[in-house]
């Protein structure tokens, strides 16, 4: 079981706006920074959100981060047929002394 | 351009040991902090183990401590995991994974292809 706590699914039809939430504790998202990454199948996972809500270059403003309390959330807007990939948060976790992964959301574009 | 390229994976019987290398170019290796992660087939990404730019601090997953060893040699640019007593359950896609910054944070911005590693019987 993760610490950080992610929906196993998700889905939406093309144009529209997707969710997908990760929850933890004070000790990690409360305290540290959140990463999400995003893995298509058979290729290595790519950063997408750093800092909570800031983009690599390259990446398009459809994706947004944002962050309350002990909760993060990746927003997908204007949702796209190759936005399907696995999705995960990340950050570190002072009580473990160590980086923490959400277990994954599967994001299925209808 | 940052590149990360895994090396050393194969297929290993139950209390075997394998060394995996990740050699790297494009940015100067000393000042970050680097990792490994895993994933095991059909599941999650899994955090195996970091090491600071210095390479003084160094953390582990319960799953691997006392089993693997994170190495780096700054002046080779290149990063080692030594797996010791490997078991069926370390069956796993090996990434070598670049930090943002010189001390872990999990914020991994560059990511290698990965390393197959299976132990069975």
């Known amino acids: 079981q993760s610490v950080l706590t992610q929906p196993p699914s998700a889905s939406g039809t093309p144009g529209q706006r997707v969710t997908i939430s990760c929850a933890g504790r004070?000790?990690?998202?409360?305290?540290?920074?959140v990463a999400w990454y995003q893995q298509f199948p058979g290729t290595a996972p790519k950063l997408l959100i750093h800092?909570?809500?800031q983009r690599p270059s390259g990446i398009p403003d459809r994706f947004s981060g944002s962050k309350s309390g002990t909760s993060a959330s990746l927003a997908i807007s204007g949702l796209r047929s190759e936005d399907e990939a696995d999705y995960y948060c990340?950050?570190?976790?002072?009580?473990?002394?160590?980086?923490?992964f959400g277990g994954g959301t599967k994001l299925t574009v209808l | 351009e940052v590149q990360l390229v895994e090396s050393g994976g194969g297929l290993l019987q139950p209390g075997g040991s394998l060394r995996l290398s990740c050699a790297t170019s494009?940015?100067?290796?000393?000042?970050?902090?680097m990792a490994w992660v895993r994933q095991a087939p059909g599941k999650g990404l899994e955090w195996v183990s970091v090491?600071?730019?210095?390479?003084?601090?160094?953390y582990y997953a319960d799953s691997v401590k006392g089993r693997f060893t994170i190495s780096r040699d700054n002046p080779k640019n290149t990063l080692y995991l030594d797996m010791n007593s490997l078991k069926v359950e370390d069956t796993a896609i090996y990434y070598c994974?670049?930090?943002?910054?010189?001390?872990?944070?999990?914020?991994?911005?560059?990511w290698g292809q990965g390393s197959l590693v299976t132990v069975s019987s």
């Open positions: 994974a670049k930090e943002s910054w010189g001390v872990p944070a999990a914020h991994l911005d560059s």
């Open positions: 494009g940015f100067t290796f000393d000042n970050y902090a």
């Open positions: 090491i600071s730019g210095p390479g003084i601090t160094t």
């Open positions: 004070t000790s990690n998202i409360g305290t540290n920074y």
């Open positions: 800092r909570d809500t």
């Open positions: 990340a950050t570190w976790d002072d009580s473990l002394i160590g980086p923490v």
